[in-house]
Structure formats: structure tokens, C-alpha cells
């Protein structure tokens, strides 16, 4: 029992920063970015090739994640900014022209073959019955801390109720004197920044590798959908949800329905109970299970 | 004559001989897996067949001419393979080529070798379909009906009973699960976890739990190279690692893991030497100043060396002509992994295996 609850927490650390990043940009941006998920990518790689050559670990991850965030930045003001002029679809086709060119763009770099840090090869810790890797502990409080102090800058601060003002009407909020194009480099700054720090994370635990942002796609999107795309928060309550489906789908024992002891959903199914359970929670619920905007009167 | 007049003919000169130096030298084709997770494998292939190059043309060639090996990367898929094979066939009119390393890469590979009426040696893969590829394919290894019934045999000798079965899903894992459950059956053991697991994935932590649940006396694993170092690691994440693991053609198992984690691991793998393979082993050791890092390069440099002894009794680069050289010499033609005889369909009839363990960083033999 513990060792499914810790694999859920591994997971849902896994996917929360970046859903969290997803939905806070399409909450002011309104276009799904597909090329979100290169930014963990890319982090991954900068945080493994800094840490690689020298540089300390927690230094590396600091530094992947200014320049993802500079290069969330950049593109925004690049590439997806004059993309929007033309609508959200044209934007959203633009972040997936993106995505593959920054794959291959890595790929070409890089090499197929996975980057790792090089750690000390660490006995992992035993909690009863229970095993936890180090860096899956790492991961798991690094992300408890980064999203407590993301819960504080949203709810406490001013630029995070200039953030929840202008996701939530942003010609309004232009009216009231809020300085939107500021506050969107901040909120795309921030976003990226989260997303390296989650690729770098998840580094520690399965290797850069150039695949792992179309890993991520499909869960993450999931997980931002079901917390509401737009609902910061929602996104992470949407990947522990997610995780919780992956777990518990492959430690399900249906031995039973075979006449044998011990029989498993084989682990490539994982992608489809996620999606079963995100297509019958939209089903009842279209705008994500923690909608609560009135849409009609 | 102006020098005008001398142009055309200096010209046609230089250009037919420079035509004929081209075609002077005895081409060979090998398709190897040198990037992707079998890179460690493929580039000790390349340094066999580099070695067997080296040896044949110090002794004056091939029919009186130098041998060339062209050497495709296939890139670790079928796909990469088979654009590596056409280029091979039609750009440099290779006769034979080697390759691959992956059951489910040279089984396309031969058989796309075949139907060009081209003779494919197969110096890596052991997936027990591969007897099916063609008249003109011949492997220099033993399949998995061999090695399974090696392996079952001697992890049942070591008294477990109950096993936990990894291996990738494809040809090979497939082949080597269904002959190696048989023999385990046979023996009077049980299979109580199996998983096929998905090529390429970073992380095999949920298959893994799923086989722990079965609580097995051992874990029996067959992984290249890459994805072996997942396994191997998140097996020693999960406390799993302390259970016995057994790895069939282990020197592929733990070409990638770090020697910490490896430590303690038994397995089995291709004998890479037969008796006159000590020569092959100094002068690799002399070439490349370290030990042979596969049991696969002494294969690869047997294809070779048995391409261009049939060369030279058919006294022919054709095809077909080399088909039927390679078929009289079964039998009497001594490699470095030994003597190689072949079958009706031209497979490797005796493979001889070691029994190993990992330890100190290295396979050492296990009695």
C-alpha cells in the first residue's frame, strides 16, 4: 500500500511542474502550446550537459531553468505572439511546427542516445516493505516546495493577482492599468522555467533523452485538461489524478479472470486508461472536474 | 600534337584508370547497429570485421586483390537497415553482406538480401525465425533453440524453480520466450512472470513491479545493451536487485550497466573463442589496447573470414557462386569461435556457450 501510494507521488512530481506551466500559459495565451513539452526536454539536456562538465547539481537545474525560461520568452515574443494574430488553431499548429523542429534540432545535436547525470550510484532508502529512490525523493519534495511557493505567488502577491485578472478577462484588466505584455512575459518566463526544472527532475530518474517531451505529451495534456486548461492548480490535482490511474492500472491483480494467481494489465495499456478516464470526466464534466465559472444564466 | 589534342586521351586515361583501381579491390557489405542501444555491440561488430580485414590483406587479399568492408550504420531499426542494404546492393554491388545484431533488424535485412539474390551472413542474431530467411542466408551463430535449452538447463541445475521471464517483444524476445519456457517446463519449473516489454521505453519500473509481485526465485532478463542499463537500475531502485539475476547472452546485458550494479549477476553467452581463437584475442587485445568488450566482435571477424575463404574457392565474386562455396565449406572451416558447420538451411548445428558471472567488473567464467 505504501509503495503504490509513493509511486503515484513519484509520478504525479513527474507531471505536475509542467502541466502546471501548460495550463498557466493557455490560461492567458488561450492556445494549447505543444511545444511546451520540448521545453522539458531541452532542460533536461542543459541541466545533464551543465552537471556533466563540472557544475554542481542544483547550480545546473538553477541554470536550465533561467534559460528555459529566457527561451520561453523569446519564442513567445518570436514566434507565437504574431502566430495568435491569425487565432489559437493557427497558434497551436505553429507550436507543433515548433515542437518538431526543436526535436530534431536536438536529435541532430545530441544523438540518439540518452544523457545521464553522473551521480554516485546511491542504495535506495526502505520504508518497510516499501522502496523510494533518492532521486525520486528529491523530485517529489522539490516539486511539494516549487508549487507551495508558486501557491503563494499566485494568491499572495500582486503580480499573481495581476496573472489571475488578466487569464480571467484580459481587455478588462488592460482597462484597470495592468501592464499585460509585462505580465505575460513573466507568466511565459515562469512557465518555461517550470517545465525545465520538471525536465531536469525527470532526468535524475530515466536520462535526457529526446523523446522524453512526446513522451510526456499526452499525459500532460490530459492532466491540464482535466484540472481545467487555465486552472494552474487544477493541472496539478489533474496529474496526481493521472498518476493515480497509471498506478493503479498496472498493480491491479486480475488473476481472477484467468484462473491464475497473479495476472497484470501489460504496462503499454497505461496510456489508455488515462485517456478512458479523461474521456469520461469530460463527458460529465467539459471544462475540467474543478470548473466553477457560470456560463449561462 | 598541341597540347590541345593531348587533353582528351590524358583524360579518357586517367579516367578508365582511375575505373580500374576502383574495381580492383573485393567489396563486402556489413549493415551494423552503431547508433541506438546495441551501439556498445555494433561498434565491437566493426572492430571484428576491421580485424578480419587487417589479417586478409596482409596475407595478400582476396583473388589477388585487397579486401574492402563497407560498413552501414542501420540506425537500430529495420527501417535504417533495409535504406543501408538497397544502397549497398545498387550503389556498391556487394556480393555479401553481414548484419545485423537485432533479430527483428536482420530477419527483414535477409530477407530483403535474399530476394536480390545476394548472400546475407548473420553474425549477431539468434531469433529461431531466422532459419526461415532464404536459401542465401547463413548465420555464424546459434539460434535460440540452442541457448534456451542451454540456459534453462543450467538455471534449473542452480535449483530455482520459479521464474520471472524479461525480454524485449520482437522477434528475439519472442523466439528466445517460447523455446526457453518450454525447457523450463520441460526441466520442472515454472514461468510465474513474464513480460515482453516495449523497446525503447526510459523506464521499466512498472513491469518490474509487476514481476516482483510474483515473488520468483530468480530474474531471467535478455536486453540490449541501453535499455539492460534501465532495468538493471531501476531494479536495483526497487531492492529487487538482491533476488538472483540471470541474463541470457549476458555480455549484452551488462555492456551498458555500471559495474556496481551488475555485480553478482549470472548468466550465460556465446563462447566468443573456440580453440584457435586465442590469436584472435591478442591481437585484438594488441589492436585496440583492451580486452574483446563483447563475446560478438570474434563473430563478426569469422563472417569475414568465411566470405572471403568462399571467394576464393569459387574463385568468383558472383553471388551465387559464393552461396555455393560457403555451403561446401561447412563443416571444415575453423573461425576463432570454432568449427563452424551448417545445416540443411544453413544454420550454425553446434553453439558452444559459457557459464558466467559478473563480477569485479568483468564476465568471468563460472564452472
Not at chain 1, 149 to 172: D, E, H, Y
Not at chain 1, 240 to 257: H, P, Y
Not at chain 2, 215 to 223: E, G, I
Not at chain 2, 271 to 278: D, I, R, T
Amino acid at each position: 500500500m505504501l509503495q503504490f501510494l509513493l509511486d503515484t507521488l513519484a509520478r504525479t512530481a513527474d507531471l505536475a511542474l509542467i502541466a502546471l506551466g501548460l495550463s498557466l500559459v493557455y490560461g492567458l495565451a488561450k492556445f494549447p502550446n505543444v511545444a511546451h513539452v520540448q521545453y522539458a526536454m531541452l532542460g533536461a539536456f542543459v541541466a545533464v550537459a551543465l552537471q556533466r562538465s563540472g557544475c554542481p547539481l542544483p547550480l545546473a537545474m538553477v541554470a536550465s531553468c533561467l534559460a528555459m525560461g529566457c527561451l520561453a520568452v523569446l519564442l513567445h515574443i518570436g514566434v507565437f505572439r504574431r502566430l495568435l494574430r491569425s487565432g489559437p488553431a493557427i497558434a497551436m499548429i505553429g507550436s507543433l511546427a515548433l515542437s518538431m523542429i526543436i526535436g530534431a534540432l536536438v536529435l541532430g545535436f545530441a544523438g540518439s542516445s540518452p544523457l545521464s547525470y553522473r551521480l554516485p550510484i546511491e542504495a535506495p532508502l526502505s520504508l518497510g516493505e516499501a522502496m523510494l529512490a533518492r532521486s525520486q525523493l528529491l523530485s517529489m519534495l522539490t516539486t511539494l516546495v516549487l508549487l507551495v511557493l508558486f501557491a503563494i505567488v499566485l494568491f499572495k502577491t500582486r503580480l499573481g493577482r495581476s496573472m489571475r485578472a488578466l487569464a480571467c478577462n484580459a481587455p478588462l484588466a488592460a482597462a484597470a492599468g495592468l501592464n499585460a505584455d509585462g505580465i505575460t512575459y513573466w507568466v511565459n518566463f515562469m512557465s518555461g522555467a517550470l517545465a525545465g526544472l520538471g525536465g531536469s527532475l525527470l532526468a535524475m530518474n530515466t536520462s535526457a533523452y529526446t523523446n522524453l517531451g512526446s513522451d510526456l505529451l499526452l499525459p500532460i495534456f490530459a492532466a491540464a485538461i482535466l484540472g481545467g486548461l487555465g486552472n494552474p492548480l487544477g493541472a496539478v490535482l489533474g496529474a496526481l489524478l493521472i498518476a493515480l490511474t497509471e498506478t493503479l492500472v498496472t498493480n491491479l491483480n486480475i488473476g481472477w479472470l484467468y484462473g491464475q494467481a497473479m495476472a497484470f494489465i501489460p504496462v503499454g495499456y497505461i496510456g489508455a486508461a488515462s485517456f478512458l478516464m479523461l474521456l469520461l470526466a469530460l463527458i460529465f464534466r467539459p471544462y475540467g472536474l474543478f470548473d466553477r465559472e457560470v456560463r449561462r444564466v | 600534337m598541341s597540347p590541345r589534342h593531348l587533353v582528351t586521351p590524358l583524360f579518357t586515361g586517367l579516367a578508365l584508370t582511375l575505373l580500374a583501381f576502383q574495381a580492383s579491390a573485393v567489396t563486402l557489405g556489413a549493415v551494423l547497429p552503431l547508433t541506438g542501444s546495441s551501439a556498445s555491440i555494433g561498434d565491437d561488430q566493426r572492430r571484428g570485421i576491421e580485424l578480419a580485414i587487417a589479417d586478409i590483406n596482409a596475407k595478400g587479399g582476396v583473388l589477388g586483390e585487397p579486401l574492402k568492408v563497407t560498413i552501414e550504420d542501420s540506425g537500430d531499426g529495420a527501417t535504417g537497415a533495409l535504406d543501408a542494404a538497397t544502397k549497398l546492393n545498387t550503389v556498391n554491388k556487394v556480393p555479401v553482406v553481414l548484419g545485423e545484431y537485432s533479430s527483428s533488424v536482420s530477419i527483414p535485412l535477409g530477407q530483403y538480401l535474399v530476394k536480390q539474390g545476394l548472400v546475407h551472413l548473420n553474425i549477431g542474431s539468434s531469433s529461431p525465425a531466422i532459419r526461415k530467411i532464404g536459401a542465401t542466408s547463413y548465420s555464424l551463430i546459434g539460434l535460440d533453440d540452442l541457448s534456451a535449452q542451454f540456459a534453462a538447463k543450467d538455471v534449473l541445475g542452480m535449483g530455482y524453480r520459479k521464474i520471472a521471464f524479461i525480454a524485449p517483444n520482437g522477434a528475439y524476445g519472442q523466439g528466445i520466450y517460447e523455446q526457453f519456457k518450454k525447457y523450463i517446463e520441460a526441466g520442472g519449473g515454472s514461468v510465474v512472470a513474464q513480460v515482453l516489454y516495449t523497446p525503447g521505453q526510459s523506464s521499466y519500473r512498472r513491469e518490474l513491479q509487476q514481476m516482483q509481485r510474483s515473488q520468483p526465485d530468480v530474474f531471467v532478463y535478455s536486453a540490449y545493451g541501453q535499455e539492460a542499463a534501465v532495468i538493471n537500475r531501476e531494479s536495483f531502485d526497487l531492492g529487487i536487485a538482491k533476488t538472483p539475476w540471470y541474463g541470457i547472452y549476458l555480455s549484452m546485458c551488462t555492456t551498458d550497466t555500471p559495474a556496481q550494479i551488475a555485480n553478482g549477476q549470472l548468466g550465460m553467452e556465446v563462447a566468443s573463442l573456440g580453440p584457435a581463437g586465442k590469436a584472435f584475442a591478442s591481437e585484438y587485445q594488441k589492436k585496440y589496447g583492451f580486452a574483446m568488450k563483447s563475446s560478438y566482435s570474434s563473430y563478426a571477424y569469422d563472417g569475414v573470414m568465411l566470405a572471403a575463404a568462399a571467394i576464393d574457392q569459387a574463385k568468383s565474386a558472383d553471388p551465387s557462386k559464393i552461396a555455393a562455396a560457403i555451403k561446401s565449406l561447412g563443416g571444415t572451416f575453423d573461425g576463432a569461435t570454432g568449427t563452424l558447420a551448417l545445416d540443411a538451411d544453413g544454420q550454425r548445428t553446434e553453439q558452444p556457450y559459457d557459464k558466467l558471472v559478473y563480477k569485479n567488473g568483468a564476465l568471468q567464467p563460472r564452472s
